[in-house]
């Protein structure tokens, strides 16, 4: 048993998709989560500036002392995560590649995967390397939706203007004749309904935040680190507060009612 709490951070509000599984398999654990809302997006930056980002959100959270980290970023598990892991001898990160790689491996029938994913993501081509490793035969291609971020920070998760921009993005992806799509960033859940309608029933949609907190859960159970009491949940966030707790709930799809804290990020 160990009840101290696990770190997760994002960008913004995309790890909350990640958060709300957490919560649901994982009902006893304390949550302690960090959206960098001040300096979202993380996925349009050079690599350079995702792993200073990402160094100081790990620091930030590794002043709690947090049993494990899940970075609920595709972005910051795709380029900052390979190249730090190593700084932090002893305590676990845990990022969302390799699980949703492993669910997209299990579930397409046709060998076709595509990864949607920010322009670092894509550029990274991590979600393919990973693929490549599990099932040598899976044929995968990338491809960067950069305006999927804005959309969703700002609401747009239905309705035409969200419409317009997935047909646009998934136009070459269903040429391709991919069966599924593999949500690589963790904002992309909330345009789950439009990216289904437009890609059609039988495709396959990985949601990589919930793939990742299960992945969570399987470690903590393996290393005998589970929390056995009422877990919370505390939020910190670099901009904004009251933005975050209206936008938030969407994304958690429940209120948020906890206190919103506002950190200097740049001190760590
Ligand atoms: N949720 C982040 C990701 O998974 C958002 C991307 C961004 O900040 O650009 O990549």
Not at 5 to 20: E, H, M, N, P, Q
Not at 75 to 103: F, K, M, N, Q, W
Not at 115 to 135: D, F, H, M, V, W
Request: net charge negative; aromatic share 8%; charged share 25%.
């Amino acid at each position: 048993m160990d009840q101290r709490s696990i770190g997760v951070f994002d960008s913004g509000l995309g790890g909350l998709t990640a958060v709300r599984e957490l919560k649901r398999v994982l009902p006893t654990e304390n949550i302690i989560y960090f959206g960098d809302t001040g300096r979202v997006p993380y996925g349009t930056r050079s690599d350079a500036a995702i792993v200073k980002y990402t160094r100081q959100d790990i620091n930030f959270l590794k002043r709690f002392d947090v049993k494990m980290i899940l970075v609920a970023c595709g972005t910051v598990s795709s380029v900052g995560l390979p190249v730090l892991r190593e700084e932090y001898p002893g305590l676990p990160l845990i990022g969302v590649v390799e699980s949703a790689s492993r669910a997209a491996a299990k579930a397409t029938k046709n060998g076709k995967v595509a990864i949607l994913g920010t322009n670092g993501t894509i550029r990274s081509g991590s979600y393919q390397a990973e693929l490549k490793r599990i099932c040598p035969d899976v044929d995968a291609i990338g491809k960067a939706c950069p305006m999927f971020v804005p959309l969703v920070e700002n609401g747009y998760t239905d309705g035409q203007v969200a419409r317009l921009i997935v047909e646009e993005y998934l136009e070459e992806v269903l040429k391709f004749g991919a069966d599924t799509i593999v949500l690589g960033c963790t904002h992309y859940p909330l345009l789950k309904k439009v990216i289904s309608e437009v890609a059609g029933s039988d495709v396959t949609l990985i949601d990589v935040g919930a793939q990742a907190a299960h992945l969570v859960k399987e470690e903590l159970t393996e290393r005998g680190m589970l929390a056995e009491e009422d877990g919370s949940v505390s939020y910190y966030v670099s901009d904004n507060v009251e933005n975050f707790a209206t936008l938030g709930s969407l994304f958690l799809q429940c209120e948020i009612k906890e206190q919103v804290e506002k950190i200097d990020i740049e001190r760590f």
